[in-house]
């Protein structure tokens, strides 16, 4: 591995991955092979379920030291135990599956039980009643219900099992939408989804109730596979490959690990039998429907195929699960943006029904301008870096046109392959062993609307891990689980590789030149783009030790898990190309304020004219090298589950999260800096003024956890079950950037503002935009001398670890073998969450006026503050129903009514609180909000055909046509999630999120009930107006709730015998939105952009088609 950890000298992360795959490769096999020699091992619950219950006799005596055998049936694996004292019996570390058991006692008829499926994170729970006679003489007894009780388990979620996986539709075939299936799940809005923003992938987060996304723990059997830049999902298996998973997101027992929520993926293993499936998913654009607002069809090819396949290679002792899936995708979506005209372009803005003013002719006596003749700008006027610029924009049709003005079809390219290969083995009937293999290579590009303005995205993982279940005795379990996870997530502007751009156009002092800067223009869509390359490579190891000893009517568990991580980040250049900002300033009349101060006059100007004259209102450049960092976190637990009486669990145990921070590697140390607030000036790690780890480890992080379940005995059918627990989220390594990032030589970024105040511009583009940066050189006097605007970031030393504290109350009920409901109630607060604040930000007044000579340290462009003093709450009812396959019929459906509100700047660099040292102005719903929300899902075996209830003896060419469908659908509906209104930035104050003025409500049913016809309008803008020059905002962030959903997916299966059962062909027929409804996106929630403010221009996709066929076997 050392040419892997010390390969971080290329330039560019995008050119280096892909020679690195298969060295890994060989190395991980090498890896494997010595792990399986040397250890002896097992593992933790997550990944697995258990099953125990008790055992008595006709008397209801319990019965003490009966054998019972649990079975595998697919493989023929056997388990044994034994029930103690008190008649208790425990299989723990069940892998998911099929099973059988049976009970054996001298004087006692045995007894089996078959077809108990045991699924991922279940504690199943059985009741055996022996009668007396041989036991020779076996007794079948009737299994649980289909719809099993959560009799011992206090754990609320749910289990997406092994048919919906298959037979669901799946759009693009990523399991994790089926995720959604449960209770209270929501989208990410696109505004608050960091990993998205910098490095691609929106399909690999999802938010789960009440937990933040960045809390949301992934695991594939068992392993954590979650991502350490904003807890994304590291790897993302096929369907091929998945056999179910379970959501849970309430009360987690400490062996599940540490965060408040976790999706916990089992994959597929052999049997003593071969089977496997080879397919092929198609779309097109003959298939799909035109989106709402494009003006004809959008391209589309998307191929996804691939093969799986598992079986025996020793029967009953070894066996093989292995896949590999390909896509292939070109897409043209439909793109719309509102921009500039051509005769804009030119100077002229005759037509804009704005008066332009010429900042030449600013006179002081009058403290006014004038006009340009005719509203137009000469051509030698232009600034010749504006000219340079606009080969990079495009100009629309007609101011007129309302919502867009210009349309296109940016063509995006995505290839993504996986493999992998799962082993299990028997070594005997007291040791189990699995390991497993997967590799990932997911490129794409995704160009913009505008030319150079898109993204190049790089997405590849590569995990190794085995396992081993070692029951020491009837009564006593160990296991271990060891694994290596590299996962690369890389994300770089569509420019990387084409040269050094900027220095063409005349833009210097940026920290690459491969691009074109950010230009956003108040009321008009932004081109270019901010980023150079952004992401992280990480490897990760992980080593998860626990020990479960049952002893009466206890079941006793502990262990600890350790995990290793070493990573190379570059998080610092979100803005590495820098970011310019336009508003009708300086092509506007001035007239007093209400302090007195000139100001733009509205309705006068415009912010395109600005950019003709290079006179920008503020400005931004920040970057950063790739930075090695190194952490550990350490977590031992102890948990019980102790039967207090036959139908009374109590379910307890604590943990201790231990996580050092992320250090800094090599000469990165010396860059640690913080923020002296007694003096104003940055210390140093590389001067000795602090330590080199950026924050004290958190040593205090115990989390307690306790819950009771209840099965009474009067209400046999019925559980009820209550619970709380401490829950805590590790550090996400984005900000990890904070104390190495902007400030430290090399590094420190700079910004600067146009006082909207002042006549004549400071900072004109081709003249001195952007700043030159501050020294290269780390010297006693570096903080002293930094230059004015300049960009730095710090991180508290204090910084405290994110905790959650959770509770519940539930009750479930079973009408039948296959009916059952239950009525949640969930609660949890979280604490010490991350937030971002400028330091230097001013200190408004009780009116809410930004004054500059108000700001603290007036030297800092910018002093971006990391700490934990976030904090959010969550309420919510959930009502589920199953009706699990009886007749071939299964059906789901959840409820949930909630309300998520948070005071932190939710996971995005654009998202920081208007009012940096005032949470509270800001609190309100959380992004990801939604109040009620339904989803259900349906899979129906007809039961037509040969051998079915309905024409069982049709001849066989009758039966092609009518026999084995299948329909199976998932229906959502939703209010919408918050739209986040923004205003333009009038406050001096950079990267924050700027908030109109609330003069009304806003909120319109007359509106949002009448879009069609009225142009688009979600709700009243006129409520919403942009503040004064040098004034925040006093609206809330979120106060206005978008579009809800109402979505149906249909899928049509229809499957022909090749050979007896064993060989079948399965054609598929899927559509997503199948009623082609409108699904409207957010709308507009700038206030600065005129009469689009409030419109909506986007829909979510329209009517989708997938076709597909599937050979099984």
Same mark, same amino acid.
């Given at each position: 591995m050392d040419l892997l950890?010390?390969?971080?000298?290329?330039?560019?992360?995008?050119?280096?991955?892909?020679?690195?795959?298969?060295?890994?490769?060989?190395?991980? @096999?090498?890896?494997?092979?010595?792990?399986?020699?040397?250890?002896?091992?097992?593992?933790?619950?997550?990944?697995?379920?258990?099953?125990?219950?008790?055992?008595?006799?006709?008397?209801?005596?319990?019965?003490?030291?009966?054998?019972? %055998? !649990?079975?595998?049936?697919?493989?023929?694996?056997?388990?044994?135990?034994?029930?103690d004292s008190g008649g208790a019996f425990l299989f723990p570390s069940v892998i998911a599956g099929s099973y059988s058991l049976r009970?054996?006692?001298?004087?006692?008829?045995?007894?089996?039980?078959?077809? !108990?499926?045991?699924?991922?994170?279940?504690?199943?729970s059985v009741e055996i009643t022996l009668h007396v006679g041989e036991v020779q003489t076996t007794i079948?007894?009737?299994?649980?219900?289909?719809?099993?009780?959560?009799?011992?388990?206090?754990?609320i979620g749910s289990i997406v099992d092994s048919a919906r996986v298959r037979e669901l539709p799946l759009n693009g075939r990523n399991?994790?939408?089926?995720?959604?299936?449960?209770?209270?799940?929501?989208?990410?809005?696109?505004?608050?989804?960091?990993?998205?923003?910098?490095?691609?992938? #929106?399909?690999r987060m999802v938010v789960l109730p009440g937990t933040l996304p960045n809390s949301v723990s992934y695991s594939l059997n068992g392993i954590d596979i979650t991502g350490s830049r904003d807890g994304e999902l590291a790897v993302s298996p096929s369907p091929a490959a998945v056999d179910q998973f379970a959501v849970q997101y309430s009360f987690l027992m400490p062996d599940q690990g540490t965060c408040p929520a976790v999706v916990n993926i089992v994959t597929k293993s052999g049997s003593n039998q071969f089977h496997g499936e080879a397919f092929e998913f198609l779309r097109n654009r003959n298939l799909d429907a035109r989106s709402f607002f494009s003006p004809g069809p959008e391209d589309l090819k998307r191929n996804q195929f691939g093969v799986a396949a598992g079986g025996p290679l020793w029967k009953d002792r070894v066996w093989f699960h292995g896949f590999y899936e390909g896509l292939r995708e070109i897409s043209s979506f439909s793109g719309a943006g509102y921009s500039p005209t051509r005769e804009m372009f030119e100077g002229n803005f005759a037509g804009t029904g704005h008066i332009l003013y010429d900042p030449a002719t600013y006179d002081p006596s009058s403290g006014t301008r004038q006009p340009f003749p005719g509203n137009f700008i000469l051509p030698s006027r232009i600034n010749q870096v504006a000219k340079n610029l606009l080969k990079y924009y495009l100009p629309g049709s007609s101011l007129a046109r309302h919502p867009s003005n210009i349309q296109g079809n940016p063509r995006n390219t995505l290839d993504d392959d996986q493999e992998g290969l799962r082993l299990d083995a028997a070594l005997s009937t007291r040791h189990q062993l699995f390991s497993q293999i997967f590799k990932q290579s997911s490129p794409s590009d995704q160009p913009g609307l505008y030319p150079l303005s898109g993204l190049l995205y790089l997405n590849d993982s590569e995990l190794a891990m085995i396992q081993h279940v070692w029951a020491v005795s009837p009564h006593t379990v160990n296991s271990l689980r060891i694994s290596f996870l590299r996962n690369v997530a890389i994300g770089g502007n569509q420019s990387q590789g084409l040269g050094p751009i900027l220095n063409s156009i005349g833009i210097s002092n940026t920290f690459e030149s491969s691009g074109v800067t950010a230009i956003n223009l108040q009321g008009y869509s932004p081109f270019g783009r901010s980023n150079g390359e952004v992401g992280n490579r990480?490897?990760?190891?992980?080593?998860?030790?626990?020990?479960t000893y049952t002893r009466a009517r206890h079941n006793f568990a502990f262990g600890a898990v350790v995990l290793y991580r070493r990573g190379?980040?570059?998080?610092?250049?979100?803005?590495?190309?820098?970011?310019?900002?336009?508003?009708?300033?300086?092509?506007?009349?001035?007239?007093?304020?209400?302090?007195? @101060?000139?100001?733009?006059?509205?309705?006068?100007?415009?912010?395109?004219?600005?950019?003709?004259?290079?006179?920008?209102?503020?400005?931004?450049?920040?970057?950063?090298?790739?930075?090695?960092?190194?952490?550990?976190?350490?977590?031992?637990?102890?948990?019980?589950?102790?039967?207090?009486?036959?139908?009374?669990?109590?379910?307890?145990?604590?943990?201790?999260?231990?996580?050092? #921070?992320?250090? #800094?590697?090599?000469?990165?140390?010396?860059?640690?800096?913080?923020?002296?607030?007694?003096?104003?000036?940055?210390?140093?790690?590389?001067?000795?003024?602090?330590?080199?780890?950026?924050?004290?480890?958190?040593?205090?992080?115990?989390?307690?956890?306790?819950?009771?379940?209840?099965?009474?005995?009067?209400?046999?059918?019925t559980v009820i079950r209550a619970a709380a627990g401490v829950y805590y989220s590790p550090f996400r390594w984005s900000l990890a950037y904070y104390p190495v990032g902007a400030g430290s030589p090399n590094r420190a970024g700079a910004s600067f503002t146009n006082a909207q105040t002042s006549p004549l511009p400071s900072y004109v583009m081709g003249l001195n935009v952007f700043p030159v940066p501050p020294a290269a050189t780390l010297t006693s006097n570096y903080a002293a001398n930094l230059p004015p605007g300049t960009v730095a970031t710090a991180l508290n030393p204090t910084f405290r670890t994110a905790y959650v504290n959770q509770w519940n109350f539930s009750i479930q009920h079973s009408f039948s073998r296959s009916d059952s409901m239950e009525l949640d109630y969930l609660g949890s607060a979280g604490h010490k969450l991350a937030n971002v604040l400028d330091l230097s930000q001013c200190q408004p007044t009780a009116n809410l006026f930004c004054s500059p000579a108000a700001r603290p340290w007036p030297r800092y462009g910018l002093l971006l503050y990391a700490d934990s003093s976030g904090n959010s709450s969550y309420e919510a009812d959930v009502a589920k129903y199953e009706h699990r396959a009886a007749l071939g019929f299964d059906l789901g459906f959840e409820?949930?009514?909630?309300?998520?509100?948070?005071?932190?700047?939710?996971?995005?660099?654009? %998202?920081?609180?208007? %009012?940096?040292?005032?949470?509270?102005?800001?609190?309100?719903?959380?992004?990801?909000?939604? *109040?009620? *929300?339904?989803?259900?899902?349906?899979?129906?075996?007809?039961?037509?055909?040969?051998?079915?209830?309905?024409?069982?003896?049709?001849? *066989?060419?009758?039966?092609?046509?009518?026999?084995?469908?299948?329909?199976?659908?998932?229906?959502?509906?939703?209010?919408?999630?918050?739209?986040t209104l923004t205003a333009p930035n009038q406050t001096g104050s950079a990267l924050i999120t700027p908030l109109p003025n609330r003069v009304c409500d806003g909120r319109s049913d007359r509106l949002s009930g009448n879009i069609r016809n009225n142009g688009f309008m979600w709700f009243d803008s006129t409520c919403f107006v942009v503040p004064d020059v040098g004034y925040f905002g006093n609206s809330g962030p979120t106060v206005i709730n978008g579009p809800g959903l109402n979505n149906w997916d249909v899928g049509v299966l229809k499957a022909f015998l090749l050979v007896g059962e064993s060989v079948k062909l399965q054609l598929r027929g899927e559509m997503f939105n199948a009623w082609n409804h409108a699904q409207f996106a957010q709308p507009n929630g700038n206030a600065g952009a005129g009469a689009n403010f409030g419109r909506i221009s986007a829909t979510r996709p329209p009517r989708l088609v997938q076709i597909a066929v599937k050979l099984l076997w």
């Open positions: 950890l010390k390969n971080n000298e290329s330039s560019s992360a995008l050119m280096k991955i892909r020679g690195l795959t298969g060295v890994l490769t060989v190395r991980i @096999l090498i890896l494997l092979v010595i792990v399986a020699a040397g250890l002896a091992l097992g593992q933790t619950n997550l990944g697995v379920g258990s099953i125990g219950g008790s055992i008595r006799d006709e008397s209801n005596a319990v019965v003490a030291g009966a054998r019972v %055998i !649990l079975t595998e049936e697919s493989k023929g694996f056997v388990r044994d135990s034994e029930s009970v054996e006692k001298p004087g006692f008829s045995s007894v089996r039980m078959n077809d !108990l499926t045991i699924v991922v994170g279940e504690q199943a079948a007894v009737t299994t649980p219900t289909a719809t099993k009780l959560d009799a011992e388990s206090n754990t399991f994790l939408q089926l995720a959604k299936l449960t209770a209270g799940t929501s989208d990410i809005s696109p505004a608050s989804n960091l990993f998205t923003s910098n490095v691609g992938s #929106p399909d990480d490897n990760t190891w992980q080593l998860s030790e626990s020990f190379w980040h570059v998080d610092g250049n979100s803005l590495a190309l820098g970011s310019l900002s336009f508003q009708p300033t300086f092509t506007a009349q001035l007239t007093p304020n209400a302090q007195g @101060l000139l100001a733009p006059e509205a309705n006068t100007g415009d912010s395109f004219a600005d950019f003709l004259l290079g006179t920008p209102v503020t400005g931004l450049v920040t970057g950063a090298p790739e930075t090695q960092y190194r952490s550990t976190q350490v977590v031992p637990f102890f948990q019980d589950s102790w039967r207090l009486t036959p139908t009374l669990t109590l379910n307890y145990g604590l943990s201790w999260y231990v996580e050092t #921070p992320p250090e #800094p590697q090599g000469q990165a140390k010396d860059a640690v800096h913080g923020f002296d607030s007694s003096t104003g000036l940055l210390i140093f790690a590389g001067l000795r003024q602090m330590n080199s780890q950026p924050f004290a480890t958190d040593k205090n992080n115990f989390a307690p956890r306790v819950g009771l379940a209840w099965k009474p005995d009067f209400l046999t059918s409820y949930t009514f909630a309300k998520a509100l948070t005071d932190s700047y939710q996971s995005s660099l654009s %998202i920081f609180n208007q %009012i940096s040292k005032c949470r509270s102005c800001s609190k309100g719903p959380a992004t990801f909000d939604v *109040r009620h *929300r339904a989803v259900g899902s349906l899979i129906w075996d007809m039961p037509f055909g040969r051998g079915q209830r309905f024409g069982g003896h049709l001849p *066989r060419w009758v039966d092609l046509a009518v026999g084995r469908w299948t329909l199976s659908a998932i229906t959502t509906f939703a209010t919408g999630q918050p739209v």
